[in-house]
């Protein structure tokens, strides 16, 4: 497999950021993730996830609506396996609960639109954004445009293959990683201080 | 979507905006409600950026109310002024290439129909003048050539008003607009009696002067089109903002032009269309409140 150089890193990048996928980053196979467009074992990248979520001085949620709406069996499990992680990790919800693109203009401090996604990390000065319950073509256009315009770090915790355009990405992400994701969270936070708040430190990602 | 999947996941109630949480508790999805009880409940449309006075847009206000089961519908819009509105609906819609709109809803349908062989899902096309009988006439003819089983609807502003104010075939003759400064030389194209001739099993012309027969109008078409065949709506609403009329007299104007007989109230329901709403014991209700 061909290892890209670019490193998906927060922006702002420019008005158009290209595509990760364009410059080379591949998703992750079954049982690893990926960091800043580098492919990591899975138990790195939850140890990334959760030292820049305990370092953020405003790290938000954004579920998507997959996991805002109660649409099938198991779906009510996965919601509350995301606030459990949201509590330890002390972050809030600013939900996305479709796609429209509203006009003229949604209120950011309730909501975020993936088609501006920046008016509300602006409006709410988010450090740090994670997508939960996005479906794949909108998150992928809303990490973009995030990359694109705010200097907002980006995780995206997908149920399906995962999301090149965000800084970290979990694929295949069902209750029982969330779980395993909440309990790196909680070890680290028992840990205490220092907190970096600079780069992971994950074994081969850097 | 259905009535079921509409429930926010516990524990995200706090956060869901306010608009959500009231269309979940107050909304029309599976009551049956119509024109009569707007005020009663969240309607299915937001604040929207529409022009005040827009005939349109309180057209579509009053088509909305009246679809029979919004949770099982899906509009196909195109583009125009209403496609700027339908962002704001919590209805499934897909806006479709400008003049593509009953190919795009055909596919729709009968994909539903495969997906979900023991459901009914309405599929309504609603678009402009412009995108009716002009740009996408071929289309939409076509559609009802092949008998298709959805719902048009026709936004009747008797311009193109998104673009800035050209002529279209629904234009009544004479009309000097923005970009069609010589006066229009043709009449308003009677595409009501083509729709008639072409397979379609209801027909009807109605305006949002009239929301109650608007109302049954909207839900008559659809009924017939879930069994019978094709029907056909024609919703006068002309354009303040075009035709440099102030917006509070836009309901005034299509009052005078019908009562100067320019515009119509018609209705044309085939023999099996009749059969087939006479039999409805749901119809019979709504005739009744009526
Ligand atoms: C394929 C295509 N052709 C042309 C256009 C340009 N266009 C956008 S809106 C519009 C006019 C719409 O007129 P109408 O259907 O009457 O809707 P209204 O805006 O009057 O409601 C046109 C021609 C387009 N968007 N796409
Ligand atoms: S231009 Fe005319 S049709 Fe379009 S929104 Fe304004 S009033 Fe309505
Ligand atoms: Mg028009």
Redesign the interface.
């Known amino acids: 497999m061909a290892v890209s150089e670019y490193q998906v890193r927060p922006g702002p990048e420019g008005y158009l950021p290209p595509a990760a996928a364009s410059m080379g980053v591949e998703l992750p196979e079954r049982g690893a993730a990926l960091v800043e467009g580098r492919v990591v074992p899975e138990d790195d990248a939850f140890q990334a996830i959760a030292e820049k979520l305990l370092a953020a001085r405003n790290p938000v949620f954004f579920?998507g609506p997959a996991?805002?709406?109660?649409?099938?069996d198991g779906?009510?499990e996965?919601?509350?396996a995301v606030?459990r992680l949201m509590e330890v990790v002390g972050a809030?919800?600013?939900?996305m609960?479709d796609y429209?693109?509203?006009?003229?203009m949604i209120?950011p401090a309730?909501?975020i639109n993936p088609n501006h996604p920046n008016l509300t990390i602006w409006h709410n000065r988010i450090d740090v954004g994670v997508f939960v319950g996005v479906h794949c073509h909108y998150a992928n256009v809303a990490l973009k445009i995030i990359r694109g315009g705010t200097d907002c770090y980006t995780i995206a915790l997908c149920g399906e293959v995962g999301h090149e355009d965000a800084m970290i990405t979990l694929r295949d992400v069902d209750v029982k990683k969330l779980e395993r994701l909440t309990e790196a969270a909680r070890a680290l936070a028992a840990a205490g201080p220092p907190r970096t708040g600079v780069m992971p430190r994950v074994g081969t990602a850097v | 979507m259905s009535k079921g999947l509409f429930r926010i996941s516990p524990g995200f109630e706090d956060v869901m905006p306010a608009e959500y949480k009231e269309l979940v508790t107050n909304g029309p999805y599976g009551r049956d409600l119509g024109v009569k009880d707007l005020g009663t409940f969240k309607e299915l449309i937001e604040e929207h950026p529409l022009c005040a006075g827009c005939a349109e847009a309180l057209a579509l206000r009053l088509i909305l109310a009246s679809l029979p089961s919004p949770e099982d519908t899906v509009i196909v819009g195109s583009t125009g002024c209403s496609s700027l509105l339908f962002t704001q609906v919590a209805v499934q819609n897909i806006h479709s290439l400008f003049g593509n709109q009953n190919a795009v809803a055909t596919g729709l349908k009968r994909a539903l129909r495969l997906r979900f062989p023991d459901k009914v899902k309405d599929v309504v096309v609603i678009a402009g003048d412009g995108a009716t009988v002009d740009i996408g006439l071929d289309m939409v003819m076509q559609s009802w050539f092949r008998r298709e089983l959805i719902t048009t609807i026709m936004l009747d502003n008797e311009v193109y008003a998104n673009t800035g104010g050209q002529e279209s075939g629904m234009s009544p003759q004479g009309a000097v607009l923005y970009m069609a400064p010589l006066g229009k030389k043709f009449p308003k194209v009677n595409l009501p009696e083509i729709a008639r001739e072409a397979g379609c099993a209801y027909v009807a012309t109605i305006s949002p002067a009239l929301p109650r027969r608007l109302g049954k109008v909207v839900r008559r078409a659809i009924l017939v089109a879930r069994e019978i065949g094709p029907s056909y709506v024609q919703v006068f609403c002309p354009c303040p903002t075009n035709f440099k009329w102030p917006s509070a007299q836009v309901l005034q104007k299509i009052r005078d032009r019908q009562k100067e007989g320019i515009f119509k109230v018609r209705e044309y329901v085939s023999p099996e269309a009749e059969a087939y709403l006479a039999g409805l014991e749901v119809e019979r209700q709504h005739d009744e409140q009526e």
């Open positions: 579920p996991v805002l709406w109660a649409w099938k779906v009510a996965k919601a509350r606030l809030r919800a600013i939900p609960p429209r693109p509203k006009y003229p209120n309730v909501e």
